[in-house]
């Protein structure tokens, strides 16, 4: 080499990303060998710019404006490039950042249920086509009658209890308790048939009141709806938390 020094350049460049139409900012590798007008065809799908629209400035590592990039003819590697510096992308279509942010704006496919259920490349064609789901009518007769069942049962249950009874919870996976039968019959909160009981101790939910409705009255912890099949009704006296020992 008769003691001259060759400089050998890494033909790629790790560069920051960024554009006045985002704040992220985004890392990519590109070659040097590549012309700017190259660049910017390979940066309109990561940065959201039209390529003819595209204005570059380049940026160094401290994020200090070198140069613009101006010349689409030009190498990237004619440039100022190096690892880590930063590429700013000006939009100079007229629109401004967070644009497309809000979904609201953003124009959206309708399609009505009468030309939906003509396709027969859909989901809900592909449902039918295989009795899948509501589109199963034996399995959705099915699940109608278990479910009426269970609910004629719990009206049976239900219809056995009398407000006033003394009676005895036993929910799975909780401890019994032991009450008063203060509420018997169907809800503004939930469906179906309930029991509200006052507990003859603080091991409820709430007062008799939901959503505002007064169900029945008693202090608050002490009142609770059960399922009427949870509820046994019989001679339960009262704890007297051993009262005779004072």
Known sequence: ?????????????????????????????????????????????????????????????????????????????????????????????GRQMGEFDDVQKVEKYEISDETYDKKTDSARSFMKKHHIGHFNEEEVAKKKAELAARQEARKDAADAISVGSRCKVQIPGQSTKLGTVMFVGTTDFKRGYWVGVKYDEPLGKNNGIIGGKQYFECEDKYGGFVMPEHVTVGDFPEEDYGLDEI
């Open 1 to 93: 080499m008769d003691g001259g020094l060759a400089v050998v350049t890494n033909p790629m460049v790790d560069v920051r990303l960024t554009s006045t139409l985002s704040s992220f900012v985004t890392k990519r590798r590109f070659n040097r060998g590549i012309t700017v007008a190259e660049l910017k065809g390979k940066m309109e799908m990561i940065v959201g710019v039209s390529a003819s629209c595209m204005e570059l400035e380049l940026f160094d590592v401290s994020d200090q404006l070198l140069q613009k990039m101006d010349d689409n003819e030009a190498l990237m590697g004619s440039y100022a490039v190096d690892d880590n510096c930063r590429i700013h992308v000006i939009d100079r279509s």
